[in-house]
């Protein structure tokens, strides 16, 4: 039989890498390969064309959060113009945050007609159904039972996600780390974000569920489990909240390793802190956005923290784990920003000294309270801060990442390094990457794959280190 192949583009974040992880699952299911040479193009945009060339199903799971979504998802969706072109045949999804919104559905109908299926973030479970009737309608054409146009979009959009549909199949992309949803949707409603909008309500799983999953998970291999919500913090379900099932999950045999995101601040209870004195499992690392260390810009982000008790968060984790490595977002140039206000969260930059952060210029979201403040801060204000902020920032990471030089940290081995494929590559507890150089004669040390093992740091960059078996 001839092999069909699939290819995934995933934009953003790692609730879409799941999800990805959910269709590749649904398509393998119905007989379809990744395409060869995927793995340079699963990161959108990254891709030179071939695997878009070579699949039969392009699949584009769009995100809304990140600066300019829009620009980006609608210029891939141009250059997919292209690929359709040369194969009417081929089908074209699109799926994710971005098809969420109406006005956006509304573009991709009128701009881009040879998409050939829409649904949206809460119905993934209806694209087996949508690809089946999408085949079907291709196939009419040729046969000459449908109208012989090239154009046959549909759109399934729902507003509210409906009962959680559990038992979807899965391809995951690393063998022996895994993310395990337990929660969807956000209720947090930050001025500046879509996500509550585009995700809909919290509705979390199951612990029974989840439970399940990190078992089946454990027997096939995994050794690093990440709980992943919007908000794991506000995960309840049938009278277990967040850090019992986190207990839960720590009784699993075979699970090393639990890591969670996100986790927001307003609601990091000090029972969620104690997991970190008293679960086997839990990774000294922490994932905990401030966004900001104005507490009147947080106000008008709708956080739901000041300034001083997110220190006093910091604080404490601090007291649970000495060396917890704690890492956050930063939105820059908010608007109304004054300069005070950066002031403030460079002084809170100062006093967390942060291991890692990821920062973002504020750019609006069409349909949040946020887009229509007016006090906008000027773009070259913005940029300045910014570039002031990252660099403060990768001299702390930089400076503590130097501190670890020397040390021995168990890392899981998850394969051979992306930057030198002679070097393995693996995390420590705390999230650090590391290459590693196998000793002369052990090869690429490929039985180590899927092991921890003892590393000796030997060298320490702002992003990573090398080390050596110890
Ligand atoms: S907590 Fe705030 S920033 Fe995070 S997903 Fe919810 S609304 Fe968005």
Redesign the pocket.
Known sequence: MECKYYLIETLGCQMNERDSETMAGMLEELGYGRAPDAAAEERAGDGRGAARHGADVIVVNTCS?RENADNRFFGLLGQLKHVKEADPDKIVAVCGCMTQQRRVVDEIRNKFPWVDIVFGAMNIEAFPSMLADALEKRRGISEGREPATPYAMSVDIRPERGEIVEGLPSRRRHAHKAFVNIMYG?????T?????YT?GRERSRTPDAILDEARALAADGVKEITLLG??VNSYRAGGVGFPSLLRLVDDVPGVARIRFM?S?PKDLSDGLIDCYRTAQNLCPSIHL?V?SGSTDVLRRM??GYSKESYLALTDKLRDAWSDIVITTDFIVGFPGETDADFDDTMDLIESVRFDAAFTFLYSPRAGTPAAEYGDRVADAVAHARFDRMVKRLNEITKEKNLAMLGGVYDVLIEGPSKTDKTMLTGRTPGGKLVNIRPPEGVGRGASRVGDIMAVRLTEAGTFSFIGEFA
């Open positions: 959060v956000c209720d947090n409603f930050c500046y974000c879509i996500v509550p995700r919007q908000n996100t927001h956005p966004q709708n956080r």
